[in-house]
């Protein structure tokens, strides 16, 4: 059993429902142990890789583990591949198993259990690593689609941080019939819609059905040239960037634009300067044809430039 450091803060990705799962099990874990609530903060990649780490004391769950996250008295929970090996942290990693499952797994050592969370961390991870064969596929992909349809602060506020409740909630018949309905139809009004990027990135206009799945099946049935598919879509007053392939590509090229994720499933956000997803597309399609293999580290001041009125 590990000997876990008392966190100041509980840190996880706010994209998914694997951090959603794996932030609240490490919140509830800290709970038992110490016997005091422990904040949660949740960030999308780019907003992630921007914050400072002052802490002396921390707990992180579903990033990328880096250099600046190695110190003493901080927790890292990840299945993400890295390159950096940790020399102080508290590293708990495994790439074959989706953050959730490697934070119930610590909440099992300390008698946090139940059913209905065996349930839900199989369901996540199903869904995380994208297990198709398995039986409960569709309907892991529902749950996961929570977190994307309604974010993750809402659906947080709207179990109380229970994750219990999130266990056949009524929204879940809102998501079988969206996948039933609506992704058939998107598929092929997508299929239509495939523009080019760049020689092996392709943009997929979505306007029907869960997004991810519809790239997915794109990408299954070789219905596209492209390796690498781009969905965006825009909240908060940002556009965000999903990044797909089946052969590892996906994460390079997130990587361009700040961001992160796994080799097949990464994101980004792009620059405040893009503000629509037409705006997007063209600062993807300019980006990805500057003939330079380093990663664009000042994308505000290389679009500051482009006038996106003239289009």
């Given at each position: 059993?590990?000997?876990l ?54 707990w ?27 020399t ?13 499952l ?28 994208f ?8 309907v ?18 709207l179990i ?96 361009k ?55």
């Amino acid at each position: 059993m590990l000997t876990l450091p008392k966190p100041e803060v509980i840190l996880t990705h706010e994209s998914d429902l694997d951090g959603f799962v794996a932030g609240l099990l490490l919140q509830r874990l800290a709970l038992k142990i110490y016997g005091e609530p422990v904040p949660l903060q949740a960030y999308h990649y780019n907003y992630w890789k921007q914050r400072e780490l002052r802490e002396s004391a921390a707990w992180i769950t579903d990033f990328a583990f880096e250099s600046r996250m190695d110190r003493k008295d901080w927790l890292v929970v990840d299945h993400h591949v890295t390159a950096t090996r940790a020399t102080q942290a508290h590293f708990y990693h495994d790439v074959n198993k989706s953050a959730g499952l490697l934070a119930y797994e610590l909440c099992r050592e300390h008698g946090l259990a139940s059913p209905a969370l065996d349930r839900l961390v199989h369901l996540n991870n199903v869904a995380d690593l994208f297990l198709e064969e398995d039986p409960d596929f569709e309907v892991a992909g529902d749950y996961a689609g929570l977190v994307k349809i309604y974010s993750f602060w809402n659906l947080h506020t709207l179990i109380d941080g229970e994750l219990e409740r999130l266990i056949d909630h009524p929204l879940l018949e809102v998501m079988a019939v969206k996948r039933r309905v609506e992704d058939p139809i998107g598929f092929e009004w997508s299929k239509k819609h495939l523009a080019e990027l760049s020689p092996t990135v392709g943009y997929v206009d979505t306007i029907v059905g869960n997004s991810n799945q519809v790239v997915h099946r794109l990408l299954e049935m070789r219905a596209t040239k492209y390796p690498v598919l781009v969905t965006l879509y825009r909240r908060m007053n940002s556009v965000f960037a999903s990044f797909r392939s089946r052969n590892g590509e996906a994460l390079t090229v997130a990587e361009k634009f700040q961001g992160g994720g796994h080799a097949n499933a990464a994101g980004a956000i792009l620059p405040k300067s893009v503000r629509t997803v037409d705006d997007g597309v063209e600062f993807l399609r300019r980006m990805l044809n500057i003939k330079n293999e380093t990663p664009i580290n000042n994308l505000a001041g290389l679009f500051s430039g482009f006038d996106l009125e003239k289009k």
